[in-house]
């Protein structure tokens, strides 16, 4: 026992002495030196574990003998500490590009987790290789798994805790936290194993920490125009829980490799595959998996890339860790962190300020991924996004090498979160080729300072769209996505300096879901899907239709600003999370306020569908074709007066005032509206449409004959000898080209400005009717309840009738039975055939009374046919007709089978007929209660309906006349154009064939 208390303070003599003369020598016991072979002379590799207390001691003297017979060994130790580190940087630096590539395909970012098994897999997979014959790094040894299950555990607690703080916490206090990890190990270390540092290596580790938290600090500070979520106490537990894993993991590997008497990598080489099997049982709670068929080539050789830099990263920290200390490797961390960074600066040219950081020349796609990577990612941790955080700071902005990131959005300044009075970013609006897209969100007038929402704000998208009412939506590209392996067409949307990329379905649930969440609003329509017979006519690439694809691209544009024009579209959180590039639209679709509309809308408040009432369950829903029962009067004749304009002329046809109508008074105008709309749609869709088609067809036409007109004179001109005319000619012929080009512009122009928008207005023909459906239901919705709540107010007067007719009936025969009772005590004498007759008329009697009370009606035969009658004093009513079928012959073949079985349900169902009639009264008192809160609910719904579509019906209206007449001047200009560019060719046309006299 002397012998082991000597050696164990011998060993821990000699530690201190090697931490602070070697400064991060490897330790005593550690069996970790690497030489040339990478395994050093002291390494013990034992299968028996054999660790008596003479063997201790003879490898204490031999390790003391080989630290004074080897004087260059701190310099070979301190190399290779240091040649690690860059291994570790660098292979955290290509890690983090990676796994942004990665997870830049959407449907990877749900299964991060199973990533960081992959990743211990790897590391295994990579040691395997490492230690076979062929290459001889290291001996492979095994040890129990029940020795090495802390540390697994420990490791993949050291994955999942830190990544589900940066899920519910901002990354400011993610950052910070994350700083405590050095002197908590330093405590740890110290609390454990009564390991100490020098003085002067914990003032150099003030600083540092000091340092390292002021960057992360400024770097990540929330700003005025950007709403960042607070952390809350969850992410709190996470961080501390966290940060407590992190620093036991790192203490640990130092403890195991003596504990265990192994090297770097054959401690790895245990631990890894079972710390990715702790993983598991994980996985299946957190991950999503996506369909693999879908991840691209490419994805899934960078996921290969990943496992091998995360091999690196796993075992370069182990020797990291071996050579430097525990306390020292975080420093490490930290200074590889600070490294990164400074990487980014320099290749971006990108400079820190105090309290503002920001990104200049950021078209390089490596300041782009530093920038990320300093936000999102963990100095230690390669899987540090394995929990997606979706906030502010950390959103998708747009691609700085697509072409729309460079179309004249300039890139803002950030002020500081502290500056309340500071002006919020603004937007320089690009340019525009075309009239059309002008008109569609551009501001004509000066600058006007932004509006602030006063509630903040759950989105950058949403601070855009509020703050920049006239910032147009545009849709910057539209083709094949790599992502999805190029099997379907996405469109670029550009939201300020935001992208995301969304499929033409995904625009068709948006408009599906704005219907059913605004089902009184006129929601735009989108182009159409692809016909039969545009499948019939070209069946392989109908839906790589490239006039199709310009046309979608334009229109869904369109759709997108007349959307974020409508308030109440706007405010509802859904359009905006469709813009949302950091926004996962099936998630959007399956959680409120979407997921929360009931199966019909018509069970739902038009105003607020996502939250229905109680009474809107109890609501009958009408069929589509259903019709008002009470007629409607004829509309009234439009008043026009020839001194006001068109529009208000028009708006005659709305009520003046909607408040003081009843919903019979308000059919004859909807109706009206809803006749007009008919007229306009067939006049759009019929002979406007034709028209068009033939306008377009004829352009199309001349332009190719000008073309080939142009070629005629510009070949004929080359075969005139006589200079003067053969110019002439030529000059003909390019009057001719440039009237082709000029002709096809107009086509083009013609078809994009007008045609296209036409059609639009056609579209809007049908989406009016079935918002004036919609209010025709509601209405028949509530005389349906009306009708119903009377039904059952009759059927609960029945019912109340009939128990108390039976009630009376009863009481009548309790008071009979006890008449009856008194006068048989002296019973007069009778013969025997008097007995039998009056037994047998009593028994009659009796079947006939009981039938009496089951039917509820009194008898009228009978030793009791002076029985009073609850309708006595009542004026006779006549009975209501039968609406049961006749019965069924006795002698018929279908009532000898079913006739005994029909009789036993019969009396199984109705035991007791008065029980069964007391529970249809409380069921039927019960129904009432419900239609009236119903009756209740449907009125009220009435009326907002009527008030809220007439309110959107004017709007509607103000805006289609801008339409029209936005149209109408774009078909004037297009018109001029071409014959201001037509009439200046042919005038120097002109002149050059005047020349051909003077010559």
């Known amino acids: 026992m002397a012998t082991s208390r000597g050696s164990g303070e011998t060993l821990d003599s000699i530690e201190l002495v090697r931490r602070d003369d070697q400064a991060g020598n490897e330790r005593t016991g550690s069996y970790d030196g690497l030489g040339n072979d990478g395994i050093s002379q002291n390494t013990v590799v034992d299968d028996d574990n054999a660790t008596d207390e003479n063997e201790n001691e003879s ?127 330093a405590l740890m270390n110290y609390v454990l194993y009564k390991e100490t540092l020098p003085r002067n290596a914990i003032l150099a580790l003030i600083p540092a920490c000091v340092g390292v938290g002021m960057v992360s600090y400024y770097d990540s500070l929330p700003t005025g125009d950007e709403k960042v979520k607070a952390t809350s106490g969850l992410g709190v537990i996470f961080a501390f829980t966290g940060i407590f894993a992190s620093s036991l993991y790192t203490v640990w590997i130092s403890s195991y490799r003596r504990k265990l008497q192994m090297t770097s990598m054959q401690l790895l080489y245990n631990q890894a595959p079972v710390s990715a099997f702790l993983l598991l049982y994980v996985i299946p709670f957190v991950d999503i998996f996506p369909n693999w068929n879908e991840v691209p080539v490419s994805k899934w050789v960078l996921i290969l890339a990943s496992g091998l830099f995360a091999s690196l990263i796993n075992i370069s920290q182990f020797f990291v860790i071996a050579q430097t200390g525990p306390v020292s490797s975080t420093v490490v961390g930290h200074v590889k962190t600070c490294t990164i960074v400074a990487i980014g600066w320099v290749t971006s040219g990108r400079f820190m300020d105090i309290g503002n950081s920001r990104a200049y020349n950021s078209d390089n796609p490596i300041s782009v991924g530093m920038r990320k990577m300093w936000n999102d990612e963990e100095d230690n941790n390669p899987y540090g996004t394995s929990f997606d955080r979706r906030d502010s700071i950390t959103s998708s902005s747009a691609n700085p090498t697509s072409p729309a990131y460079q179309q004249g959005f300039d890139v803002p300044n950030t002020p500081s979160s502290t500056s309340e009075d500071a002006p919020p970013r603004s937007y320089q609006q690009p340019s525009r080729d075309t009239d059309s897209e002008e008109d569609y969100g551009t501001n004509a007038g000066g600058h006007q300072p932004p509006r602030r929402k006063p509630g903040g704000y759950n989105s950058r998208v949403e601070q855009i769209l509020y703050e920049n009412p006239e910032l147009p939506i545009l849709i910057t590209d539209a083709g094949k996505s790599m992502e999805t392996g190029g099997r379907y067409i996405v469109y670029t949307i550009r939201t300020g300096d935001l992208e995301v990329r969304r499929r033409y379905s995904e625009f068709a649930s948006l408009r599906d879901a704005l219907t059913r969440l605004h089902p009184t609003l006129i929601i735009p329509p989108i182009p159409e899907k692809h016909t039969m017979a545009d499948y019939a006519a070209n069946p392989t ?30 405010d509802d959180g859904v359009l905006w999370r469709f813009l949302d590039p950091n926004a996962s639209w099936s998630e959007v679709l399956h959680s409120h306020p979407i997921a929360s509309i009931p199966k019909s809308v018509l069970k739902a408040p038009p105003l607020d569908t996502a939250n229905p009432t109680p009474a809107h369950s109890y609501l009958p829903v009408p069929s589509h074709s259903a019709k008002l029962k009470s007629p409607v009067n004829p509309p009234p004749a439009p008043v026009f007066d020839s001194s006001q304009t068109v529009a208000s002329q028009v708006l005659r046809r709305f009520p003046p005032d909607a408040h003081n109508l009843t919903e019979q008074e308000l059919d004859p105008y909807f109706i009206a509206f809803e006749s007009s709309i008919k007229d306009l749609e067939n006049l759009l869709t019929g002979p406007m449409e034709k028209v068009n088609r033939r306008t377009l067809s004829h352009l199309t036409s001349l332009a190719s004959d000008l073309a080939d007109l142009g070629s005629k004179y510009n070949a004929f001109a080359l075969s005139e000898q006589s200079p003067s005319l053969a110019a002439a000619i030529e000059r003909v012929g390019q009057a001719a080209d440039s009237s082709y080009i000029a002709t096809e512009e107009l086509s083009s122009s013609l078809g994009s400005s007008f045609a296209e928008p036409m059609r639009e207005n056609a579209q809007f023909a049908g989406v009016v009717r079935n918002v004036l459906r919609y209010r025709v239901q509601k209405r028949v919705q509530q005389e349906m309840t009306n009708d119903d709540l009377l039904k059952k107010r009759a059927l609960l007067d029945q019912l109340e009738r009939s128990e108390a007719e039976a009630q009376r009936i009863e009481q009548y025969l309790t008071s009979s039975q006890q008449i009856g009772a008194t006068q048989r005590v002296s019973p007069p004498k009778r013969s025997s055939s008097m007995k039998e007759n009056s037994t047998q008329q009593h028994r009659d009697g009796s079947g006939e009374d009981t039938a009496s009370i089951d039917s509820d009606f009194p008898p009228t035969h009978g030793d009791f046919s002076a029985a009073p009658s609850a309708r006595v004093g009542a004026p006779e009513r006549s009975p209501p007709p039968p609406t049961h079928k006749k019965a069924p012959s006795t002698n018929s073949i279908t009532n000898k089978i079913f006739g005994p079985i029909r009789h036993a349900i019969q009396g199984v169902a109705d035991v007791d007929p008065e029980r069964t009639r007391r529970d249809t009264i409380g069921k039927t008192r019960e129904s009432i209660e419900h239609l009236e809160q119903a009756q209740v609910a449907a009125a009220q719904d009435v009326k907002d309906a009527s008030a809220s579509i007439l309110k959107d019906l004017k709007r509607f209206q103000g805006e289609k006349e801008d339409d029209l007449k936005r149209y109408m001047l774009a078909y004037a200009k297009s018109q001029i154009e071409w014959a201001k560019k037509n009439k200046e060719q042919w005038e120097e046309a002109k002149a050059e064939v005047e020349k051909i006299d003077e010559t």
């Open 59 to 185: 490898l204490l003297e031999k390790d003391q003998d080989q630290q004074s017979s080897q004087p260059a060994q701190p310099r070979a130790n301190m190399s290779s500490a240091i040649i690690w580190m860059v291994v570790n940087t660098l292979a955290t630096i290509a890690i983090v590009f990676a796994n942004k590539a990665i997870f830049s395909f959407r449907p990877l970012k749900l299964v991060q987790l199973t990533f960081a098994a992959f990743h211990f897999f790897a590391t295994w997979l990579t040691l395997y290789i490492l230690s076979r014959p062929s290459y001889a790094f290291f001996p492979p040894r095994r040890t129990a798994i029940k020795e090495i299950i802390p540390i697994s555990i420990a490791m993949s607690l050291n994955v999942i805790l830190p990544n589900l703080s940066l899920a519910y916490s901002s990354v400011t206090f993610y950052q910070v936290a994350r700083i405590l990890l050095t002197p908590i190990v």
């Open 541 to 570: 690439n109908a839906k790589q239709d490239q006039q199709i694809i310009d046309l979608r691209k334009r229109m869904l544009a369109v759709f997108l600003n007349r959307c974020r024009r409508m308030e109440e579209v706007r």
